[in-house]
Every structure is written in C-alpha cells, then in structure tokens.
C-alpha cells in the first residue's frame, strides 16, 4: 500500500516543516496508515480526535454543517495537507466534518508521536502557519462572495474545487447555487454555458472540468 502514497507530498506538509527529510521519513513510518475504498468520515464535527491525519492519496472534503442542517463543502484537502491537528493538540471537539473521496489513503498519529519526533517550538510555528494559511483562504472566500459576480464566483469555485490531477468536482447544482448565492435556474444556465464553451462536462452528481486554466481568476 504504501507504494500508492504520494511520499514527496507528505515530505513537504506544513506541519513537518523544518524537520529533515530523515526525521521526516521517521515520523511518518511510525504513524499508522488507512486505506479508504469509499467516501469515508474520519473526523465528524461536534465530536474530539484522538488522533490527526495527513492526506498521502486521493483528496478529502472538509464539510461544515450548520444549526439548520445544511453541508456545506468548505474545502477539499489534497496529499500533503494535514487535518484535525488543532483538535488534537488542543483537545478541543472538531469543527468540521472531514469525509474520504473515494480511493484515499491517509496517514494517522497522535499529538504524542508528534512530541516524539519534533521540538515544541516547531509543532507550534508550523501549527500557527497552517492557521494563518486558512485565515488568508476564509479571507478570500469572503472576498469573492462580496466583490466578484455570480458567473465569476462560480468559475472561481469550481477551479478551486478541482486539481489537474482530480479535474472533478462532487457538487450538485442545489449545493452550488447556495455556495454561490443565486437560484439553481441560474446555475444550471451557467453551467449549460460553461459545457457549450468546452470548459466542462456534466456528469450525474459531478462536473468534469476540461479546461480548468480558462476558469481561473486572480482573487
């Protein structure tokens, strides 16, 4: 299994920073590793984490729901990325719900096995620039929902929401219309246009982007 993790992205997660690529390669041989075929939850919101993961294949959205019950998909973490760490260190219930795409492979260790291979001073500098990372990504996000019009922040999403390496998005057209703040006629028009153009292909329950680069906006 482990000859199907993306090693050179796991080598240059933010939260080992600063480590040498042996004490990297040490830490990571110690932490336990999981395969998940399916769409798997391996952080629920609401409740604590024993443990934290860093993403070695495939991609994992990071789902908030809220007091009405609804999902929304506020990220999607790629390999190298890590997730529930804050929880873990602070002993804290997570804020989020963090749920498998099919085929990932992820890695698990406690905050134990972190004090074991890295100096607090590290766990704590590397922790601070993961937080400010995603502070500047709330910021844009609230940027985007403010300035930028619907046919722009749609484009925008959906670039964001995709790789060159994983090009489709599992979003339906309910959730996107939400996401994006117009009615779902609106999007599937949107949409509708997007396809005529070439940029993507719609698929049951997913869109297939074809050519994410004519999607991108400097935010």
Avoid: W
Avoid at 26 to 38: G, I, K, S
Avoid at 60 to 85: M, T
Avoid at 164 to 172: F, I, N
């Amino acid at each position: 299994m482990t000859s199907l993790i993306d090693h050179q992205a796991l080598l240059g997660c933010p939260l080992l920073e600063g480590l040498t690529v042996a004490q990297k390669e040490a830490f990571l041989a110690d932490c336990t590793v999981h395969r998940f075929d399916a769409p798997t939850d391996i952080l629920k919101q609401g409740e604590p984490t024993p443990v934290f993961y860093l993403i070695g294949r495939g991609r994992v959205e990071v789902i908030y729901l809220d007091k009405q019950g609804n999902a929304a998909v506020v990220h999607v973490a790629d390999p190298g990325e890590v997730l529930g760490e804050v929880e873990g260190l602070s002993g804290t219930r997570c804020a989020s719900t963090c749920r498998t795409l099919p085929d990932a492979i992820v890695l698990s260790a406690t905050d134990e096995l972190l004090f074991r291979h890295m100096p607090p001073r590290l766990i704590v500098r590397n922790t601070a620039a993961i937080l400010q990372s995603r502070l500047t990504r709330d910021n844009e996000l609230r940027a985007i929902a403010q300035f930028f019009s619907v046919e722009e922040r749609l484009c925008i999403y959906l670039h964001q929401f995709t790789t060159d390496e994983h090009p489709e998005a599992r979003l339906s057209q309910s959730y996107l219309a939400a996401m994006v703040g117009c009615s779902r006629q609106t999007i599937n028009k949107l949409l509708g246009d997007l396809r005529r153009e070439g940029i993507i292909e719609l698929r049951r329950g997913a869109i297939l982007v074809l050519d994410r680069e004519r999607l991108k906006i400097d935010v």
